[in-house]
């Protein structure tokens, strides 16, 4: 696999913090438990030099940096994890409502591919969010390119898959704006897309797994999503036409 970057990419989106929200550091260890020896008890300053957090918990719980998460990381170059989020003030859907996203970054090594679908888990249970996904970074750049918009953002999106659209015409918040190659969805996001549907979604459901609130985490290609791989591209595409929703392709 030829991947510029060599890196697993975690994406979550969640309703915003509210006054003192255990969120933060309920993702931060839930993360650690997901990743076995993981330790996130590093940031950084402005110059990018590496500064250890001897009280980590209370300084995540205290420090609403951008109105959600700091920066966190562990303290190995070679297999570098790296966690932070923030308050957006754009909204997921067209009721416009600022979110929460929190965003991770796993090796694309051994390791990472198989903790992948736990640590996924452990952000979205932790945010309690509505979905979110991880995908290695090339790839997960080229679905950000199906988002189109004859006016904010021409184009065409590569590979022929189909074009999502902006969250505006998004109807709620719990309708996934994209796909990736582990997918989580809340129990309400589930429902908002129509997953799981026994008579089709059998392929799916083998490399499924349900989350302790109900929702689901759903792996759409045994291997990490290449989409040099045909097999890996259709698999992606027949995603998209199996939930038209996603992306706000379909009216409710």
């Known amino acids: 696999m030829a991947f510029g970057r060599n890196e697993i990419t975690i994406s979550v989106y969640a309703p915003a913090l ?20 993981l330790r996130l008890e590093w940031t950084t300053s402005e110059k990018e030099d590496l500064i250890p957090l001897p009280h980590r918990d209370d300084w995540v719980a205290s420090n609403r940096t ?13 297999h ?6 923030w ?50 970074f090339n790839t997960a750049v080229e679905i950000s390119r199906q988002t189109v918009d004859p006016v904010r953002k021409p184009g065409v999106p590569p ?30 996001a589930a429902q908002a897309i129509g997953f799981p549907d026994p008579a089709r979604d059998a392929d799916l459901l083998a490399r499924s797994r349900r989350t302790a609130t109900g929702g689901w985490v759903v792996q759409l290609t045994d291997a990490p999503l290449d989409l040099d791989n045909p097999a890996h591209l259709d698999a ?3 995603a998209y036409e199996r939930f038209p929703k996603i992306g706000g392709r379909a009216a409710p």
């Open 159 to 188: 590979r022929g898959l189909p074009a999502l659209r902006f969250p505006d015409y998004i109807r709620s918040p719990e309708i996934p704006r994209r796909l990736g190659w582990l997918n989580y969805w809340s129990a309400a």
């Open 236 to 238: 992606l595409k027949r």
């Open 18 to 37: 509210k006054g003192d929200d255990g969120r933060p550091l309920a993702i931060v260890r839930g993360m650690e438990r997901a990743l076995p020896g």
């Open 66 to 78: 951008d109105g959600g998460l700091p920066f966190l990381c562990n303290d190995d170059d070679d």
């Open 87 to 136: 308050e957006n003030p754009n909204g997921l859907a067209e009721d416009g409502a600022p979110h929460f996203e929190t965003h991770a970054q796993l090796p694309l090594d051994a390791n990472g591919i198989a903790a992948a679908a736990d640590v996924l888990t452990a952000i979205g249970e932790g945010a309690r969010a509505y979905w979110g996904h991880a995908t290695p």
């Open 80 to 85: 570098l994890v790296t966690i932070s989020g």
